[in-house]
């Protein structure tokens, strides 16, 4: 079974600088996707980023980028000029490429902090 | 939001009693799923649905039941409501192709078991 791994229970940031959440999952299979949810106080979940396991290149997204590392099994959040705005939960998330791989195993979350 | 509407949003029950928590879209997606929220485990799948009256478990399943009757509402029921599913549930649906799948959430539905 693959699980999903987040260590960093809480993180702080300074308005205007960057930031690193860090994710670590387990699996056998080659072929997955990995996401990356932000969950402010509405509780509203958040598509963030995503990322396909057979690209090399790390997906990008506005001020929202990964760090995404197949052989280490990591794949990292970088949130560059962080905004007040994105203060939340933030949860990493996988997701099998097999025909039928619907679930989403998700990481416990890192709430993020943004100081003014 | 992909037109997806929880009710109720909010509801505290005592335990035993039963509960259904209704999940409704607008948009013909196929596929529907039922997350508990809890701290420390991030979102656990309870129940899926690949169609009408298609459905299987997730990895937390126990205690609960699903129905779909038509494609645009998802029931789930806990027969005999306990302290432990005290949590907060979130429906989803699949919309996209593919490999270009994605997941998206209902705004949820906090349940208090007292």
């Known amino acids: 079974a693959q699980t999903v791994t987040q260590s960093q229970p809480e993180m702080s940031v300074q308005e205007a600088e960057t930031v690193t959440l860090s994710c670590t999952y387990d699996?056998?299979?080659?072929?997955?996707?990995l996401f990356w949810y932000k969950q402010p106080p509405s509780r509203q979940m958040i598509l963030v980023i995503r990322?396909?396991?057979?690209?090399?290149q790390n997906a990008t997204e506005n001020r929202f980028s990964v760090n995404f590392q197949k052989a280490a099994k990591s794949f990292s959040l970088k949130i560059s000029d962080s905004q007040l705005g994105d203060a939340a939960m933030y949860f990493c998330?996988?997701?099998?490429?097999?025909?039928?791989?619907?679930?989403?195993?998700f990481g416990a979350g890192t709430i993020l902090r943004v100081k003014s | 939001d992909a037109g997806i509407t929880q009710s109720p949003r909010h509801k505290v029950t005592e335990t035993g009693t039963p509960v259904t928590l209704r999940c409704h879209q607008t948009?013909?997606?196929?596929?529907m799923y039922w997350y508990r929220q809890d701290p420390g485990h991030g979102l656990r799948l309870i129940h899926y649905?690949?169609?009408?009256?298609?459905?299987d478990k997730g990895e937390v399943s126990d205690g609960y039941s699903v129905s779909r009757s038509k494609t645009e509402d998802f029931l789930l029921t806990l027969e005999s409501a306990t302290s432990s599913q005290t949590s907060v549930y979130f429906c989803?649906?699949?919309?996209?192709?593919?490999?270009?799948?994605?997941?998206?959430f209902g705004p949820g539905t906090r349940l208090t078991v007292l």
């Open positions: 649905s690949y169609g009408v009256k298609d459905t």
């Open positions: 989803a649906i699949k919309s996209g192709q593919g490999i270009y799948n994605e997941q998206f």
């Open positions: 948009e013909n997606h196929r596929y």
């Open positions: 699996t056998s299979e080659s072929d997955y996707y």
């Open positions: 990322q396909e396991a057979y690209k090399q």
């Open positions: 998330a996988y997701r099998s490429a097999k025909m039928g791989g619907n679930k989403l195993v």
